[in-house]
């Protein structure tokens, strides 16, 4: 029987420079030393410092647009809104996507489907909760057709 400690790779430390602030720092890479070398040179690296900053910015950003469209700031903590800020904006791509490919047969289908589209949204700018979204990240196209077509059942014109 082989020990555990057989079974891992070798790792290998290298030094590299930060894209952005130019400061050099350690990483740790486990593939082949050949193919860690290429990483090394080819990869563009950051430090922990310039990629922070980098992910302020982006969630700053992406949370600018959001609150164009009625949607509040999240509460997490940075790392957690950082990651929800991200996927908020992925899933108000797939709403936009799905009411851009819809068709209507008459106005009043029409009138119907953007009212269910805007309690949709306005249950959706409630959630201010950083964790609300990351739970519901795995949300699919097809998941917000159901919500909206359940909605829209309930819609009075």
């Given at each position: 029987m082989k020990h555990p400690h057989n079974l891992m790779k070798e790792s290998y430390n290298y030094n590299v420079k930060c894209r952005t602030c130019r400061s050099l720092?350690?990483?740790?890479?486990?593939?082949?030393?050949?193919?860690?070398?290429?990483?090394?040179?080819?990869?563009?690296?950051?430090?922990?410092?310039?990629?922070?900053?980098?992910?302020?910015?982006?969630?700053?950003k992406l949370t600018e647009e959001h609150e164009v469209l009625g949607f509040q700031d999240l509460e997490g903590s940075p790392k957690s809104v950082s990651w929800a800020v991200k996927i908020r904006g992925e899933l108000i791509n797939k709403v936009n996507y799905l009411r851009q490919s819809l068709t209507f047969e008459n106005n009043d289908e029409k009138v119907l489907s953007e009212k269910a589209f805007a309690v949709f949204l306005a249950e959706w700018q409630k959630e201010t909760d950083a964790k609300w979204w990351i739970d519901h990240r795995k949300m699919t196209v097809r998941d917000i057709s159901k919500k909206i077509h359940e909605l829209s059942e309930t819609i009075q014109i």
């Open positions: 720092f350690q990483v740790q890479l486990f593939e082949s030393h050949e193919k860690n070398l290429f990483l090394v040179d080819k990869k563009d690296w950051y430090c922990e410092t310039c990629k922070k900053e980098y992910f302020s910015q982006q969630t700053k």
